[in-house]
């Protein structure tokens, strides 16, 4: 019997049993899937936790709009065309309803698409988050090779005084010390503002520098303490190495092609776990230095009772979280075969 003759369910039946059979022989396929089920009851705790703090806060963007002298027919009024005089379900359902079809709302202040707002600024929040995770990488990941080389060497110490006094400068002490020695006393680099590519390259990476670094050294000292004593321990403890060193292989060889392979692993943990706690930093960095990007759109949405925007933002920035713990799931399994067959 042809597949065009097959009763509808039974097709449908088939094509769901092959569709199963293909998922289940691809390791990858499978942990893709898990992750997304499990994203589901996170996301929707994330949006009604988001909505309960919102609407527990005092006033409304009616109110702070009008002002104090308004009136309370004038708030009513506004609360209406805002739709700020729906109970608190309705709203979040309104919400969750206008999510689920691709539709974030408008903002209750300036009446923009929400999606408008985040595509503007969303460039210079992904190009600096973007730009401090290379950074704090391309430093660290080298300086704990070298250190790891030689431990309690003159380069290892250095490295290890320099990482632990950038561990204990807060984000936003750094960013004002930075703009205190750079832009007010030295002059060479911008404070504030923000230049886009299209405009010219050369100032947007000039404007960078300083909220870069804010954000990238202090992730770039804990990467390298954190990988170097990875190292170290590998080197000093781990049988492989020492089979590695009776069959001739050099100290490089070793370092490079063993112990930091195994040491990668607790590296890109570090950088999935990192992505929540830098997004909450760049709120304040972008405040600083008077950057147009979501994190400035988030405070200003909570300073103005926005919650539409807030709402919004919040659950585009778990989303980002998810997204990029799937893919430390993903480097795991390319990486280490013994997790891709082991998952059978």
């Known amino acids: 019997m042809t597949l065009a003759s097959t009763p509808p369910r039974a097709?449908?039946?088939?094509?769901?049993?092959?569709?199963?059979?293909?998922?289940?022989?691809?390791?990858?396929?499978?942990?893709?899937?898990?992750?997304?089920?499990?994203?589901?009851?996170?996301?929707?705790?994330?949006?009604?936790?988001?909505?309960?703090?919102?609407?527990?806060?005092?006033?409304?963007?009616?109110?702070?709009q009008l002002g104090i002298n308004a009136t309370p027919e004038q708030?009513?009024?506004?609360?209406?065309?805002?739709?700020l005089d729906q109970p608190a379900i309705q709203r979040y359902l309104d919400w969750l309803g206008g999510l689920l079809t691709g539709d974030l709302g408008r903002s209750s202040v300036s009446s923009q698409p929400v999606t408008s707002l985040i595509a503007d600024r969303l460039p210079v929040s992904a190009?600096?988050?973007?730009?401090?995770?290379?950074?704090?990488?391309a430093v660290s990941i080298p300086v704990a090779l070298v250190s790891a080389r030689r431990p309690g060497g003159i380069i290892d110490r250095i490295a290890m005084v320099i990482a632990a006094t950038g561990q204990s400068i807060a984000n936003?002490?750094?960013?004002?010390?930075?703009?205190?020695?750079?832009?007010?006393?030295?002059?060479?680099?911008?404070?504030?503002?923000?230049t886009p590519i299209s405009e010219d390259l050369g100032e947007n990476l000039k404007g960078m520098v300083l909220p870069t670094l804010a954000l990238a050294f202090p992730l770039m000292c804990f990467y390298t303490r954190f990988l170097r004593s990875d190292l170290v321990d590998q080197l000093q403890r781990e049988d492989y190495v020492d089979t590695a060193r009776a069959k001739g292989a050099g100290p490089w060889r070793v370092l490079l092609r063993h112990a930091f392979r195994n040491s990668s692993?607790?590296?890109?943990?570090?950088?999935?776990?990192?992505?929540?706690?830098?997004?909450?930093?760049?709120?304040?960095?972008?405040?600083?230095?008077?950057?147009?990007?979501?994190?400035?759109?988030?405070?200003?949405?909570?300073?103005?009772?926005?919650?539409?925007?807030?709402?919004?933002?919040?659950?585009?920035?778990?989303?980002?979280?998810?997204?990029?713990?799937?893919?430390?799931?993903?480097?795991?399994?390319?990486?280490?075969?013994?997790?891709?067959?082991?998952?059978?």
């Not at 396929?29 to 703090?53: D, N, Y």
């Not at 708030?75 to 739709?83: D, F, M, N, P, Y």
């Open 127 to 137: 190009e600096l988050v973007g730009l401090a995770f290379v950074l704090s990488l």
């Open 265 to 344: 692993f607790g590296l890109i943990t570090l950088v999935g776990l990192n992505v929540s706690v830098l997004i909450g930093v760049t709120v304040i960095t972008e405040q600083i230095f008077a950057m147009p990007g979501l994190g400035q759109l988030l405070l200003q949405g909570i300073n103005t009772r926005d919650f539409v925007v807030v709402q919004d933002l919040v659950i585009l920035f778990a989303a980002i979280t998810v997204v990029v713990n799937l893919i430390v799931d993903l480097l795991y399994v390319i990486l280490d075969p013994r997790i891709r067959y082991g998952s059978r």
């Open 11 to 64: 097709a449908a039946l088939t094509w769901l049993s092959g569709a199963w059979a293909g998922v289940s022989s691809s390791p990858i396929l499978r942990i893709i899937i898990k992750r997304l089920l499990m994203a589901i009851p996170i996301m929707l705790g994330v949006s009604i936790l988001t909505f309960w703090v919102l609407a527990s806060i005092p006033g409304n963007a009616a109110q702070l």
């Open 75 to 83: 708030i009513a009024t506004l609360e209406k065309q805002l739709g």
């Open 172 to 194: 936003y002490v750094l960013a004002l010390l930075l703009v205190l020695i750079f832009a007010v006393k030295a002059g060479v680099l911008p404070a504030i503002g923000f």
